[in-house]
């Protein structure tokens, strides 16, 4: 096995703990912040819903990032690029403690590597994700008002008391938690085996294994404060507006992952999560946590492309490894 074989061992198991500690606290927030589930609880909830969805049904987003954006042959350098420049944004940003797109961050390195290499790109199938990335949140922010507005009132009234309805949504909640980190394993471990299928001809299963580990290990590590980001410090929920809130990001990330499209979570859950404040009024949205984390959205798609296409011209300007 070759050096640059040897080391998408880490690089991989680096990007799915770096996106995973940044996107389950998207899928998690709401289901820590309204009191449901502990930290320790959905982590396990990450670990088998997790695998479960990158094991059956991985492989629509793996096609896109495998040959769908960048239509030449990939070198394997350039993979590796690719796959570390999407965990290097990612990683930087959770310095900050503010959710950052690994979905932009991917498109942005694919993007970026292919214009140094001279390759063609499938700029329609970009131009498809990057109108999917601007529904996905009015979706998700659709789903949850109409689920606030119109079903939380009707199983309050079937619930008949309080401590039934609480009952009612937490079982709801946690049904939703599972459909979400069941989302998150199929739609992003395309993101590590993608280009190393493309560049390698095929994920060993070993690489596969260690990437899951990644996307176990990362909420677990850091992603209790972006729990708490996305969980209380935009807006404050209650099991029912969690439940509005899970629902209708995983319906619209679930969506994109069925077209092999790689989705941002924080931009569905940000969507849900302002659709779920929004049904008790626009004063319990707070607005500059959310410019916040939109101007990291963009800073990671701009940045990630300038990042990859240095990181092939110093490869190549060094004369590439010889080991």
């Known amino acids: 096995m070759d050096f640059l074989s040897l ?28 009191g449901v589930r502990s930290f320790w609880e959905v982590i396990l909830i990450i670990a ?15 096609q896109t990032l495998g040959g769908g954006i960048i239509m030449d042959a990939l070198p394997g350098y350039a993979a590796v690029i690719i796959i570390l420049t999407t965990a290097l944004w990612g990683s930087g940003f959770l310095l900050g403690f503010v959710p950052v797109s690994t979905a932009y961050a991917v498109i942005g390195a694919s993007i970026g590597t292919s214009l140094y290499l001279g390759t063609t790109l499938n700029w329609q199938l970009i ?33 008949k008391n309080p401590l039934n309805t609480y009952r ?52 677990a590590v850091v992603g209790r404060r972006f729990i708490k980001v996305l969980g209380r410090d935009i807006t404050r929920l209650d099991p029912g507006q969690g439940f509005s809130v899970n629902m209708g990001s995983a319906v619209s990330v679930y969506a994109m992952t069925l077209f092999g499209l790689p989705a941002s979570f924080d931009i569905a859950t940000v969507g849900g999560v302002v659709g779920a404040g929004s049904s008790k009024g626009l004063h319990q949205v707070r607005t ?3 410019k916040k984390i939109a101007i990291t959205w963009v800073g990671s798609i701009v940045l990630s492309l300038i990042t990859a296409y240095l990181l092939a011209f110093g490869y190549n300007a060094w004369g590439g490894l010889t080991i």
């Open 168 to 219: 009612i949504l937490s079982v709801l909640l946690t049904a939703g938690a599972c459909f979400q980190a069941y989302t998150f394993g199929a739609n992003r471990i395309g993101f590590v085996t993608g280009p190393i299928r493309q560049a390698f001809g095929e994920a060993s299963t070993p690489l596969y294994l260690l990437a899951i580990v990644g996307m176990i290990l990362g909420p």
């Open 288 to 290: 500059r946590v959310v």
């Open 7 to 34: 080391l998408t061992y880490p690089v991989a198991f680096y990007l799915m703990f770096s996106s995973s500690g940044d996107n389950t606290a998207a899928s998690m927030g709401p289901v820590v912040g309204s």
């Open 127 to 159: 131009g498809f994700i990057v109108l999917g990335w601007f529904i996905t949140p009015f979706v998700a922010l659709a789903i949850s008002l109409g689920i606030a507005w119109y079903i939380l009132p009707f199983l309050r009234l079937r619930g």
């Open 48 to 62: 088998v819903f997790g695998t479960l969805g990158a094991v059956l049904q991985g492989s629509a987003v793996e």
